[in-house]
């Protein structure tokens, strides 16, 4: 069987590396299911994160296998960038010609290459018409259309073979927009196979000490265009850290987008020169799990880093309005509660002063979900799309 993952940008590497572990382990195991004794597992990396700190870093620190093929598209407008995606990626795909195609998350390249796989035909001589697409993380949904990965994950999920859910709330979903139950499978989170199997080694990385960081920090990470694209948002926020700051430290990886935008805006100096804050260029995988995991607080709009946080039990400030992964703050350590200034401060306020919520882990996130995944795809992948 041959199987090819995509991945494109940062929040996929994680998910791609447990994936890839999980195929890696079929194979050692020597087992025959289905008829499958081997996987051939293709990695595709379009090339949508470039820098080393926002890609390279990734692959090595959790080592997965180089990429096969780099499409190398890099930044453009979301237009542009999923069009050059397709472009390059259609002849890879009619070359390859694999049985599966598993694309992660929600981000340009998750949709981009869906599309061209739900719309190839291979050659009529092949034992296929295209390959199974199966799409890992789906059904979430933050019902905000103004988001771009929110348009990503309706088109990807629904153009799917087989879509594999972290959380109930995303079976509810899909079983609500009237996807066939029996496409649907709950499996658990595949980025928390990866942080499980990392989670030691990124307790050794010395990123504490090359930092100078001494004592309780938090932990900000700030990239969601609904926060940073404009200075009316991007302002009262960077104000609300700093104000943050003189209660306790920050430590703040800044993401390309908002460093740029922070710049343009003439709002870089406010934070670089705040003496509460200290800034990073993106950290790889290992230095930012060991920041994650003995923060005192994690203050964030990334998607990924609510569910990393309510499995270490760290409380995680949410500055976004909604969230497609809700089972985050119905039993984890997630507080959803928007952008306003005053109620990110009390809410702050409020973990520091030692109110923080009980919290238990989902079920499922228990570090074999990639392992579930695979036999699901060698089980079923035969009857898809003959
Ligand atoms: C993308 C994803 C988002 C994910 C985020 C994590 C989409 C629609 N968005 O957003 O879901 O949470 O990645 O980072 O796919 N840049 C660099 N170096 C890089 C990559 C980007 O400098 O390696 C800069 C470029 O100026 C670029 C900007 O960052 O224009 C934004 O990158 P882009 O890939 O468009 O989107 P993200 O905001 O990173």
New binding site residues.
């Given amino acids: 069987m041959k199987i090819m993952s995509i991945a494109g ?3 996929n590497f994680m998910k791609l590396a447990a994936i890839a572990d999980a195929v890696k382990t079929y194979n050692e195991r020597n087992v025959t299911l289905n008829g499958c004794t081997n996987i051939e597992h293709i990695i595709v990396h379009t090339g ?4 080393a700190k ?2 390279h870093s990734f692959f090595d620190d959790l080592g997965i296998p180089k990429p096969d093929v780099n499409l190398e598209v890099g ?1 453009a407008t ?1 237009a542009v ?1 999923v069009a050059e995606i397709m472009r390059l990626f259609e002849p890879v795909l009619l070359k390859e010609m694999p049985d599966a195609l598993v694309v992660v998350g ?3 390249s998750t949709i981009a290459c869906t599309l061209v796989a739900a719309k190839i035909n291979y050659p009529i001589t092949a034992k296929r018409k295209r390959p199974a697409i199966i799409h890992v993380e789906a059904g979430l949904r933050s019902f905000d259309r103004d988001m ?2 929110e348009i ?1 994950r309706i088109l990807t999920d629904s153009i799917s073979d087989l879509l594999f859910v972290t959380e109930q709330s995303g079976v509810n979903n899909l079983k609500d927009e009237g996807v066939p139950e029996n496409k649907i499978h709950l499996v658990g989170n595949v980025m928390i196979d990866t942080l499980q199997k990392q989670l030691e080694r990124a307790k050794h990385s010395n990123i504490k000490q090359t930092m100078g960081v001494k004592g309780r920090y938090g932990l900000v990470t700030l ?1 969601r265009p609904s926060n940073v694209d404009s200075i009316e948002t991007l302002q009262p926020l960077f104000e609300t850290l700093i104000k943050i700051s003189k209660k306790i430290n920050l430590i703040f990886p800044i ?3 908002t460093k ?1 935008n922070a710049k343009q805006f003439k709002l870089f100096s406010l934070i670089e020169e705040c003496p509460g804050i200290q800034l990073t260029d993106p950290l790889g995988y290992l230095d930012f799990l060991n920041l994650t995991s003995t923060a005192i607080l994690v203050i964030t709009d ?2 990924g880093i609510q569910e990393e946080t309510t499995y270490l039990g760290i409380p995680c400030v949410t500055l976004r309005e909604n969230t497609e992964r809700p089972i985050t703050f119905e039993i984890g350590t997630n507080y959803l509660i928007g952008t306003s200034p005053s109620r990110i401060y009390k809410v702050v306020a409020d973990i520091l002063g030692g109110n923080g919520k009980d919290a238990s882990i989902p079920q499922l996130w228990d570090g074999r979900t990639g392992e579930r995944i695979i036999k699901k795809i060698v089980t079923s992948v035969n009857c898809l799309c003959k």
């Fill in positions: 940008a940062r929040p949508q994160h470039y820098d926002m890609s930044s979301h960038q929600d981000v340009n771009p990965e990503n990239h993401h390309p987008r740029n990334s998607g």
